[in-house]
């Protein structure tokens, strides 16, 4: 890893999903001064998120998770240009929600739109940074467009399949520390020029991590053939596919 090039890269993020990936994410983030975060989310905060959502409180039930978030971080007083989308990202509104961001971090629980934001990555050509969760195990990467593996290199042939992170059977904990994982992801790409293909595993219950090397396919339909699929045949709108 290189040394620090510089304190605060003046750059949009768009953090797709409210829920617990994403409180420390949006917490973190804007307090180190990034130039715009957008968080979007079409669900709303429910009593059952409340352990995991650490910014939620019992007077956000029944409100959106993406307006609830914005606006605890506006009260403190940060100064970033912050903008909450109560919509759920699909195939139909990327282009409206995405248009302009310089990243996505991905904090859904939902393979679908995992795949969704892969395709919309190569397509737009903005990294992304992926978290999943479950149990007590997490995965994160950080994908570059035309120099890292995207999603569906390592997945098209099933070498690899991600886990998938229902908040039902997520240790309370774990949210939290893949927002952590996620933002040091960020840092030690924008800020350290630290670019490593491998997908990551940690494993709480041995505080194990795993590092597997990820590499680009030639024969990828997405990032290769500019095939895309979640794009152009189906809407994708929370966890559901229409
Ligand atoms: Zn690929």
Redesign the pocket.
Known sequence: MTGRISCVPQISVSIIGAGGNSSLVSLLLSRHGIKEIRIVDGDSVEKSNLERQTLFGINDIGLNKAEVMKNVIQRQGIFNELLAFPEYLDSVNYERLIAGTDLIIDCTDSIQTRNLI?EIS?KMDIPWIMTSSMEKFLEFKLIVPGKT?????FT?KQNLIPINCSYDNVDFYIPSLASIMAVSLFSNYYEYSSLEDCIYFLNMSDYSLTKINAS??ES?????KKIFPEITSKRIIGRSLY
């Open positions: 892969n190569i593996a995207c999603l569906n290199c098209e680009r396919r990828c339909s997405v990032c290769s």
